[in-house]
């Protein structure tokens, strides 16, 4: 099993940034594919970014590309989502994922999600 948990969210204005973490326990952190979803309201939850066991590479949904960077720290086992020039169209929970399929893009295999982290930017 593996256990992770989001922070860094909090309520921010157009043009700011934040950095969300995700703190993973359990199996193995390395050896998970690892990502950051968003959802609204009323809608399904969307891929933000994703990001390979040793980082070699990263994928971003285009509405974010260019503006958030993701990482992460395998010795610390700690994912991160830097979000830059944010505006009210990133207003969602964000979650953290970690899943045992090599897809960057899909969730596959098992899958470990986290609890959520509340962004709000405010216009």
């Known amino acids: 099993q593996v256990q992770l948990a989001e922070s860094g969210g909090g309520l921010v204005q157009t043009g700011d940034s934040l950095r969300l973490s995700c703190a993973a326990s359990?199996?193995?952190?390395?050896?998970?594919?690892t990502g950051w979803f968003r959802q609204t309201p009323g809608k399904e939850r969307e891929f933000v970014a994703a990001?390979?066991?040793?980082?070699?590479?990263?994928y971003y949904a285009p509405s974010v590309k260019g503006r958030f960077a993701i990482s992460r720290n395998n010795a610390e086992t700690t994912l991160y989502l830097q979000m830059n020039s944010l505006s009210p169209e990133d207003t969602a929970v964000y979650y953290c994922?970690?899943?045992?399929?090599?897809?960057?893009?899909?969730?596959?295999?098992?899958?470990?999600w986290g609890q959520g982290t509340q962004v709000t930017v405010s216009s």
């Open positions: 994922a970690g899943w045992t399929g090599s897809s960057g893009t899909v969730v596959s295999g098992n899958a470990y």
């Open positions: 359990g199996r193995t952190f390395s050896s998970l594919t």
């Open positions: 990001i390979s066991r040793s980082s070699v590479a990263t």
